[in-house]
Nanobody, 115 residues
Framework: QVQLVESGGAVVQAGGSLRLSCAAS????????MGWHRQAPGKQRELVAA???????GYADSVKGRFTISRDNVKNSVYLQTNSLNPEDTAVYYC?????????WGQGTQVTVST
């Protein structure tokens, strides 16, 4: 059974940083691309960053230069380092992977950026 568990969300002041973590189980973690998505109140869920099994990364324009995605295939975990946070980054952040035609999501972790 595939399980993704996020952690690390918090309330942080504008300009601050957070490191989000996602622990995966039930999959051959190193074989799959992983992504971080976020959903702000009243908005659609959007892809923030992704990392392939070969460690190639990609970012949404809104977070380029501020966020960094990484993975640890020994710990079966993917991370999102978020820097220079601003109120527009406030959202629930979700870990995601796709295996075949099936999408798997974590339960989400709340990031709130205060002014």
């Amino acid at each position: 059974q595939v399980q993704l568990v996020e952690s690390g969300g918090a309330v942080v002041q504008a300009g601050g940083s957070l490191r989000l973590s996602c622990a995966a189980s039930g999959i051959i973690f190193r074989a799959y691309a992983m992504g971080w998505h976020r959903q702000a109140p009243g908005k659609q869920r959007e892809l923030v960053a992704a990392i392939t099994s070969a460690d190639t990364t990609g970012y949404a324009d809104s977070v380029k230069g501020r966020f960094t995605i990484s993975r640890d295939n020994v710990k079966n975990s993917v991370y999102l380092q978020t820097n220079s946070l601003n109120p527009e980054d406030t959202a629930v952040y979700y870990c995601h992977t796709r295996i075949g035609s099936t999408d798997y999501w974590g339960q989400g972790t709340q990031v709130t950026v205060s002014t």
